[in-house]
C-alpha cells in the first residue's frame, strides 16, 4: 500500500471521527435543551440550529431573571385553586365561558407570579424559560374560538390547566414550591381530575342530589 492511499485512509478516518463526535455533541445537546426547555426548544432548534436555540434561550434566561420571579404563598395558591375549580364546574354549562375563564387565570396566577403580560408574544417567551413543555398546548388553547366544538374547548381547558398548575405550583424553576402534602391531596380529590377521563363532570351537589334521587322509595 503506497504512502499516498495511507495517508487518504487516515484522513478520512480522523474526519469520520471528528464528524462522529460532532453528532454526538449535537445530540447531546438537543437532548439537554429538550429536558430543560421541552418542545420549545425543538421547535426554535428546527427554525434555526441547536447552537442558536441555546444563544436565544440563554438570552430568555437573562430577561426572565430581570423580572425577580416570586413564589406565592400558600394561601394564593389555594385560592387560585379554588377558582380553578369554580372554572371547571362552569364548563357543565357553558363551556366557552368556562375556557375563556381559564385563560385569564392563567395569566392572572403568571402576573402574580411577576411575568408581564401586557405583550401576548414577549409574555410566551418569557413563560418558555420555565414552562416550555406547556407551551404548545397554551398557544392551541388559545387560538380555541368560542364557537368550537365541545370537545375542542374540553381539549382547551386541559392545556390550559397545564400551563396553570404549573404555573401554581412551579416544579423546579427555583421560583416557587410545590403544594404542602395536604394542599396536594386536597387538590386530586377535586373534580378537575375527571376530565382527564374524557368525560364531563358534575359538581358535588349535583352528585348528591343524584344520589339522594336515587335513595328514594
Known amino acids: 500500500m503506497s504512502t499516498g492511499t495511507v495517508i487518504v485512509i487516515v484522513v478520512v478516518l480522523v474526519l469520520l471521527a471528528i464528524a462522529a463526535v460532532a453528532v454526538r455533541t449535537l445530540t447531546r445537546r438537543r437532548a439537554a435543551g429538550r429536558a430543560r426547555y421541552g418542545p420549545e426548544y425543538d421547535r426554535l432548534a428546527e427554525e434555526t440550529s441547536p447552537r442558536k436555540a441555546e444563544a436565544e434561550f440563554a438570552r430568555r434566561r437573562r430577561r426572565?431573571?430581570?423580572?425577580?420571579?416570586?413564589?406565592?404563598?400558600?394561601?394564593?395558591?389555594?385560592a387560585y385553586a379554588g377558582q380553578w375549580e369554580a372554572a371547571q364546574e362552569l364548563f357543565v354549562d357553558e363551556p366557552a365561558q368556562a375556557v375563556t375563564t381559564a385563560g385569564s387565570l392563567v395569566t392572572a396566577v403568571a402576573v402574580d407570579r411577576g411575568y408581564e403580560a401586557a405583550d401576548p408574544d414577549q409574555f410566551v417567551t418569557d413563560l418558555s424559560v420555565h414552562h416550555g413543555r406547556h407551551l404548545d398546548g397554551y398557544r392551541h388553547a388559545r387560538q380555541t374560538s368560542a364557537q368550537a366544538s365541545t370537545e375542542e374547548l374540553r381539549r382547551a381547558l386541559l392545556e390550559y390547566r397545564g400551563l396553570f398548575f404549573d404555573l401554581l405550583e412551579s416544579p423546579g424553576d427555583g421560583h416557587g414550591s410545590a403544594p404542602v402534602p395536604a394542599q396536594a391531596d386536597a387538590l386530586d380529590d377535586r373534580p378537575w381530575k375527571h376530565v382527564t377521563q374524557g368525560r364531563h363532570w358534575k359538581t358535588q351537589r349535583q352528585q348528591e342530589g343524584d344520589d339522594a334521587a336515587v335513595s328514594k322509595p
Open 64 to 78: 426572565v431573571a430581570k423580572l425577580s420571579l416570586t413564589s406565592l404563598t400558600p394561601e394564593r395558591r389555594t
